[in-house]
């Protein structure tokens, strides 16, 4: 690399990961030019679409995020599929390398009778969060549902179920969103998982939240707090696991508020079979009841219990979708690597390329590929809180800046600046920019001002690309 010019590189994705990158990137003593890639108009990935729209609280790490993306080594080009519009061969005549941060939104299969009759959470999420490449309305006449998965997105999921439309009217959901919402008719919300309190994936917070909502009224049956050797070094190894354990028992124990709207938590129910009439339509969803057997895990026990439910949502992980031009680790839906730096092919038998603490031995062995970076959750599959991909960002940075020290990465024709912004030109791609995100955030500002709300959210896909324009 000329000694007159930045370090150029490339971000896939403009969610929390990708940004935690480039932060790590600019704070380097690298002199660095980062370029940011969205497949979007609009950026912040997870946050903006993975979120919850009646948690603002979360909302708020957009203005950490923010204040990354306002930094001038920083350029932010949306609605610019790479792998589709831009492939990583044409990126490395412009780039000493590329980062993917591309995140996951797919969801993983629910491998049981009739699991093909569940719908995935983060379809619903993508509904709920106007992603333009979700569905338009929702069908929510089921007045029984139930959830598979005790983690915050099955809580998210449940807890939207469970609430009325005019609760969620107040948030950034747009008109489509909320002519679902305001007919959902489900008085009741089940929500299932197979382990017991100690091994819930709740945080505290969005549990303790649930009871915030006077139209719900949360029930934990006593009969599911229980507790073996196992749970009870969970509970000491972790504050964090022993307060949702302290919640879930103030749940069980309380007084009913006569709320209209029942969500259940239920513990020791692994999914076993989804029933369906003539039509396909579900009829129920059928449990084994599990118990503990000492060190934290379950096993069945043979009772099955049917629940009359009209809709079975599977909030049972995310999965990401594969690179174009890039080797695919298929057993995890992760980019194969170590470290953050991508292989040429997936992992041993013996462990999984890029997970810490990977039984491995030969992943170090395997050839990389040069310039080509990962991190976040298509690093190591949709693992942790969105804080947890900081160290993720950093690992991957620090060994960039290494190779690059050592002479690894792309040999780019053309590292100007302004040849990434022809190239895109002479493609005719209509790309949105930081600065048209400035635009965008006051309309929709504008729009939700207008309805005494503090944003109102834009779905339309153009919609977004006419108002993100600098013209």
Same mark, same amino acid.
């Given at each position: 690399?000329? /000694? !007159?010019?930045? &370090? ?60 990354? &993306? ?10 610019? #599929? ?48 106007? !992603? ?5 309305? *929702? #069908? ?20 939207? &179920? ?47 939240? &649930? ?14 707090? /229980? ?33 209209? =709207? ?18 396909? !339509? ?24 049917? *629940? ?24 995890? !839906? ?15 038998? /013996? ?33 942790? %809180? ?12 620090? #060994? %960039?800046?290494? /190779? =690059? ?23 005719? %791609?209509?790309?949105?920019? *930081? ?7 006051? =309309? ?16 339309? *896909? ?10």
């Amino acid at each position: 690399m000329a /000694d !007159n010019r930045p &370090l150029r590189v490339a971000v896939i994705g403009s969610g929390p990961a990708g940004i935690y990158a480039s932060d790590a990137l600019t704070k380097s003593e690298t002199d660095v030019a980062i370029d940011i890639y969205e497949r979007m108009p609009a950026p912040f990935g997870l946050i903006r679409y993975g979120v919850a729209p009646d948690h603002p609280r979360i909302k708020g790490i957009i203005k950490s995020l923010h204040k990354v &993306l306002d930094k001038p080594q920083i350029r932010l080009f949306g609605n610019v #599929n790479v792998g589709k519009d831009v492939t990583l061969d044409e990126l490395k005549n412009y780039y000493d390398a590329v980062i993917y941060a591309t995140g996951a939104t797919d969801d993983r299969d629910l491998n049981i009778p009739g699991g093909e009759h569940t719908i995935g959470a983060g379809e619903f999420v993508g509904f709920y969060d106007a !992603n333009p490449n979700f569905e338009h309305s *929702w #069908n929510l006449d089921a007045d029984s549902v139930a959830v598979i998965g005790v983690g915050n997105v099955g809580l998210d999921v449940a807890r939207v &179920l469970a609430k009325t439309g005019e609760e969620l009217h107040v948030t950034e959901i747009p008109d489509n969103v909320y002519e679902s919402l305001k007919n959902n008719k489900a008085k009741e919300v089940h929500v299932f998982g197979r382990r017991g309190p100690a091994q819930a994936k709740f945080t505290p917070l969005e549990l303790k939240e &649930l009871n915030h909502s006077d139209t719900i009224e949360v029930v934990v049956s006593p009969e599911d707090i /229980d507790y073996d050797q196992g749970s009870e070094d969970a509970r000491r190894a972790s504050k964090i696991q022993d307060m949702v354990c302290t919640l879930l028992e103030q749940y069980a124990i309380a007084d009913p508020k006569g709320a209209p =709207h029942k969500l259940y938590l239920h513990f020791f129910e692994s999914p076993h079979e989804v029933k369906t009439d003539e039509n396909g !339509n579900v009829t129920a969803l059928v449990t084994e009841r599990t118990e503990l057997t000492g060190n934290g895990s379950v096993k069945g026990t043979g009772k099955l219990t049917e *629940w009359p439910v009209g809709a079975v949502y599977r909030a049972v992980g995310y999965k990401s979708d594969e690179q174009a031009d890039l080797p695919w680790d298929s057993r995890e !839906n992760v980019l194969p690597n170590v470290g953050g730096r991508v292989l040429t092919e997936g992992p041993t038998a /013996d462990g999984i390329a890029g997970v810490p603490g990977s039984a491995d031995p030969e992943a170090e062995k395997r050839e990389r590929l040069p310039g080509v970076y990962a991190t976040g959750w298509i690093r190591r599959g949709p693992v942790g %809180l969105i804080g947890n991909t900081k160290g993720d960002a950093n690992e991957a940075v620090a #060994n %960039l800046l290494a /190779d =690059h020290e050592d002479g690894i990465g792309f040999d780019p024709e053309q590292p100007e600046l302004e040849a990434v912004e022809t190239f895109l030109a002479d493609k005719g %791609l209509n790309y949105t920019t *930081w600065a048209g995100w400035y635009a965008l955030d006051k =309309h929709e500002r504008e729009l939700g001002e207008a309805e005494g709300r503090e944003r109102k959210k834009v779905r339309e *896909w153009e919609e977004m690309v006419k108002f993100s324009r600098e013209d």
